[in-house]
């Protein structure tokens, strides 16, 4: 699949078909996904990768603040990707100063670029997924005993899409370009 012809045609999925992903597909997207730029090269984005129904399922019950919409997404999803990032890496100097004023914020931005490469690399092999946020962080740190080195950025359900949504309306290039 071409690039742009990718990024048009990716599209957020919230169900899915109960069709297992592969370890060397999940592989084939964390490869691709490794290769996105890092502040300073640091390289932060890790992927907890969740197959097992019993933790997908304690996930979606115990750890979604009770927001139904993302409790039944991950209880459809056949794999949950769990995005974290290394702490106190990016936007830091060696001596543990902030190197710009927007502080620790780098770890989420350099997350966002990992977890949309992940997204694009997912839809280049036919699956489908979609980036969630309204997660409880702390208890999935628990269920899946993250290292204390690390902070959840994102979970990301994956699989094999159940249908194909619609692009909802993008606006035009003219209305959020400024050229100066």
Known sequence: MELIECIKTRRTVRKFTDKPVSRETLT???SAAAYVPSWKNSQTA?????TDRAMIDKIALEATFGF???KEIILGCPCLVVQSAVTKRCGYEKD???TT???DSWEMYDSGI???TFSLAAHNAGLGSVIMGIIDDKRIAEIIDLPDTERITAAIA?????EEPNCPPKKSAEEIARFI
């Open 101 to 103: 004023s927007k502080g």
């Open 158 to 162: 994956v699989g094999y899409p159940a």
């Open 114 to 116: 990992a977890a949309q």
């Open 68 to 70: 139904e919409h993302n």
């Open 28 to 30: 084939e997207i964390i």
């Open 96 to 98: 543990g100063s902030f």
């Open 46 to 50: 890790r992927w907890n990768i969740i």
